[in-house]
Nanobody, 124 residues
Framework: QVQLVESGGGLVQAGGSLRLSCAAS????????MGWFRQAPGKEREFVAG????????YYADSVKGRFTISMDNTRNTVYLQMNALKPEDTAVYYC?????????????????WGQGTQVTVSS
């Protein structure tokens, strides 16, 4: 079992940057494939980015490709989401998730553990 705690959210102007962190504890971090999801008010939770365990291949939603970067530091048991060129439509609660698989998944049901979320608000 793994516990996930996100941090780094906040209020930023359009065009700005934020870096989200997700600290994991309770299990062998390198055994998990990690994902970032987001949920805007009134919308379903959607996939943003994923990274294969042991800092392998990365995957991105088309809406964030070229602007967001996911990375993993196994020495710190932490996964990051660097978000650049933020847009108002990126406003959402961002969630970190983990699954015990080598494969990245883009659906919420495929993930076993979730953090509590961190709010990102982008003003125009």
């Amino acid at each position: 079992q793994v516990q996930l705690v996100e941090s780094g959210g906040g209020l930023v102007q359009a065009g700005g940057s934020l870096r989200l962190s997700c600290a994991a504890s309770g299990s062998t971090f390198s055994s998990y494939t990690m994902g970032w999801f987001r949920q805007a008010p009134g919308k379903e939770r959607e996939f943003v980015a994923g990274i294969k365990r042991n800092a392998g291949n990365t995957y991105y939603a088309d809406s964030v490709k070229g602007r967001f970067t996911i990375s993993m530091d196994n020495t710190r048991n932490t996964v990051y989401l660097q978000m650049n060129a933020l847009k108002p439509e990126d406003t959402a609660v961002y969630y970190c998730a983990a699954r015990q698989s080598i494969l990245v998944a883009t659906t919420t049901s495929r993930y076993d553990y979730w953090g509590q979320g961190t709010q990102v608000t982008v003003s125009s």
